[in-house]
Every structure is written in C-alpha cells, then in structure tokens.
C-alpha cells in the first residue's frame, strides 16, 4: 500500500462507523451508540477510537453521522499516540443499497484532520492493522471489494505527513480546501488546494464514468510547474491502454528538486510528450519535446517495467548546451573550501565573513576561478551565511550516509552568482 492511498482506508473507517450505526435502531441513548460504534471500529483495527465530542446518529432512509473531536490510536511503536485525529465529521448515506451491501455515500465533510502515516525500522506501516484471513476454500481472496461511490466529498483544513522509518523520506501535504463530486453514469470532478512540502498546489480535473475507456482531463500547478494531462485510460485498475497527452512548464528545473532528482536552476522549460503502452511491459512517450533554456531534445522514450527498470531513448537536438544542464562543471578550477567552522561563543561576530573573504583572496592569488562551497541542505545557518555574500546553489546531489547520522538530504553545491 503506497502512503498516499492512505485517506482511502480513513475514509473506510467512517463508512464502517455508518455500518455499524444502522444496527443501532433500537439504542436511543447518545452514549450507549458512540460506546457501541467505538468499540465495534476497535474490535475490528485493534486500535482505540475515542469520540470525545458531540455526536449524533440520524436513522432514516438516509442514516448520517455527525461526530466532533475524534482521534484513532496509533501503532504502539508509533511516534505520537494518535494516528488520526479529526475535529468534525459528517457523512450521510443511501439506506437500501447499503443493506445489499452497495456502499453509496452521498455527502462526506471532514474537517480539521490530523493524519500521521508512519513505517518502522522494519517496512511495517502504522496503516496495518493485522493480516485478513482468507475466506475457506479461496487462495486468492485477498478480502477487498469495491470501493464506495462518493457523491460529495469535501475536505477542509486537513494535515497528511509522512515518513518512511528505513529511508528516512518524508512528505508533509497541508489540504486548505478540497471537494469531489460524482454522480452514477457521470464524470467525477474535483478540486484541490494546498501545500506540499512547502510547494502551492492547486488541481482540479474531470475523470470519466465507467471501468474501460476512461477519459482523464487534469490540471496541476505545483513545484512551480503546470502541468496538463489529457486523453483516456483503458483499463484504469491495472493502468493499461493508455493515452495520453502530457505537458509540462516551469521557470526552474531546480524547482522540482524537493520531490525527484537533482537538477541545476536553470530554466525555463516545456517538455511534452504522447504516453501509450508499448511492446513486452513498456510505456513509450513518442512525440517527445524538451526545450530547457536554450538547449532542445526530440524524439522517442521506452521506459520498460521490468524488477528494475529501466529507460531507453532516441533523441536527436539541435543545441545542447551541456555547460547550463552540467552545472558543476562550473566548479572545475575554483578554490574548494572544505571546511569553515567557528566557536559557538564567538558566532555572530562576523568572523565566517572574514575567512570567507581569505578563502577568495587565496584563490586570486593562485589564478584559481573563484571559491566553490558544498554545503547540507539541513545547515539552514550556513546557507543564509553565504547566500549573503552573493553564493547562489547551482546543484544538489543526494547524501550518501551509510550509518553517519545526519538531518540533510542532498549535498548543495555553491557558486558565485553570475
């Protein structure tokens, strides 16, 4: 299970809640029905559910919940103590397909939700909650089923962080505002802003009714790209039989360092391409143009799914400034200060200033082409040091760190702006 499928499995939770409400016909007590849902969602994760505010179970040919100031337990080898906490929940949905066990929701609110997604040393996701046995007679029955349709969904104030407990990865998304509709035989719309790692998103987007064939129109604006995908899915489960029309702009390729790679701050960019299936398990992006600044590339990509995959490209380009793409080719003859410490009780006198300056002043005198500075993206204090003194980063490369204990993630290379 990937991390960001997550907010499915919380939103089963509330539709298990709804489940278990409809049996409450007969309990008219407030308390006796939030101790009976808590403990039936508790039996059934082994975590603790706790409904500390308001609640309200309506029963109707539209039974609904309303529940205020709730929080899930999380793993006992968790970080925190809660794995969820979520301050305002309304759900509502249709009676008699439930009772033939077609789940159609037809509003879900979620307000002020907390959502910490953590693994372990060892790979375990706090999202498990125990193996699920296997019905008698069945090897391949994995226990799921259809997900639920949703006709209204939206989401206001909601925090997801992430990490990863043997990488060390981390991913914080804050949803300011987020909804969803989708009624039967019709497109699913929705719409979506926020922050992502400290990057703005706003998406929105149509993907089409039905289970083959499915046309798929988004628009994305984040990491300081746009970007635009349109065409259909054939088979959207399994994501085959594609079609697809991409494209992508941005002013900075470096721009898009805080999710994959480690490209120089150069720019602007387009890059588009047709995405279809190809022969023995590939995707080919045909139709391919790049422009990044004043360098171009054409031509055709296979990317094959193999245990590792692996990517294939015939290109052709009319100018491909290798300098601007290569950044730290730059660095090559200058003066490389490996170190610049100072006592922590002589910091701030501006000392860091003074070597800085001898470090360049060394460099003349050798004939060296200026000063270059490999600096962690974790020493926030370094960084501004240099940056004031006129040191912009021309790339990032990852950390190699075996068992050395450091917070960074990339080396940053510093060079003199131009």
């Known amino acids: ?15 298990l809640a709804i489940v278990v409400g409809v049996v409450l016909l007969t309990i008219q007590d407030v308390e006796q029905q939030k101790e009976f849902i808590t403990k039936k969602i508790s039996e ?21 919940i309303t529940a205020d100031d709730i929080t899930f337990e999380n793993a ?30 037809k509003r879900l609110i979620l307000e002020d939700l907390d959502v910490l997604a953590e693994s372990n040393e060892d790979g375990v996701g706090n999202w498990q909650f125990g193996e699920r046995k296997k019905p008698e007679g069945d090897e391949e029955s994995e226990g799921g089923g259809d997900l639920p349709v949703i006709e209204d969904l939206r989401i206001n104030n909601a925090l997801l ?15 300011s505002h987020a909804e969803g509709s989708s009624q039967e035989g019709e497109d699913v719309a929705f719409a979506l802003e926020g922050i992502w790692n400290n990057s703005p998103i706003d998406a929105s987007g149509t993907v089409g009714a039905g289970d083959e064939n499915v046309p ?36 900075r390729l470096s721009d898009l360092n805080v999710v994959a790679g480690s490209f120089p701050p150069i720019g602007p960019y387009t890059v588009q391409a047709h ?5 023995d398990d590939s995707f080919i992006l045909d139709n391919f143009h790049a422009r990044i600044a004043e360098s171009d590339l054409a031509g055709t990509l296979t990317l094959f799914k193999d245990e590792r995959p692996r990517l294939t ?34 910091r701030g006198n501006g000392i860091g200033v003074r070597f800085l300056a001898e470090a360049l002043r060394s460099a003349d005198r050798t004939g060296r082409n ?14 501004r040091l240099y940056e004031r003194e006129g040191y912009r980063e021309a790339c990032a490369r990852p950390m190699v760190k075996d068992d050395w204990d450091n917070p960074g993630k990339n080396w940053v290379l510093l060079l003199p702006a131009a």
């Open 76 to 105: 006992a080898w968790g970080s925190r103590a809660e794995m969820l906490k979520l301050g305002h929940v309304e759900a509502e949905v249709e009676l008699f397909p439930m009772l033939v066990g077609d789940i159609r929701v």
């Open 161 to 175: 962080r992430y990490q990863d407990g043997q990488t060390g990865e981390r991913h914080v998304v804050m949803i």
């Open 313 to 346: 490209a015939n290109l052709t380009s009319s100018l491909l400034d290798l300098d601007a793409l290569l950044t730290e080719n730059k660095a090559a003859g200058t003066w490389y200060l490996n170190v610049l410490a100072t006592y922590p009780e002589h």
């Open 275 to 279: 995405l279809s299936d190809g022969e």
């Open 216 to 251: 798929l129109a988004l628009s994305i604006e984040m990491f300081g790209a746009e970007t635009k995908i349109n065409g259909t899915v054939g088979d959207p489960e399994e994501f085959e039989d594609v079609s697809l029309d991409i494209r992508i702009a941005g002013e």
């Open 1 to 15: 299970m990937r991390w960001w499928m997550l907010p499915l499995g919380l939103v089963g939770l509330v539709l």
């Open 370 to 383: 200026g000063v270059s500075i490999v600096v962690s993206d974790a020493n926030h204090a370094a960084r």
């Open 44 to 64: 059934k994760t082994g975590r603790e559910l706790v409904i500390a505010g308001d609640f309200e179970l309506s029963i109707s040919f539209s039974p609904s």
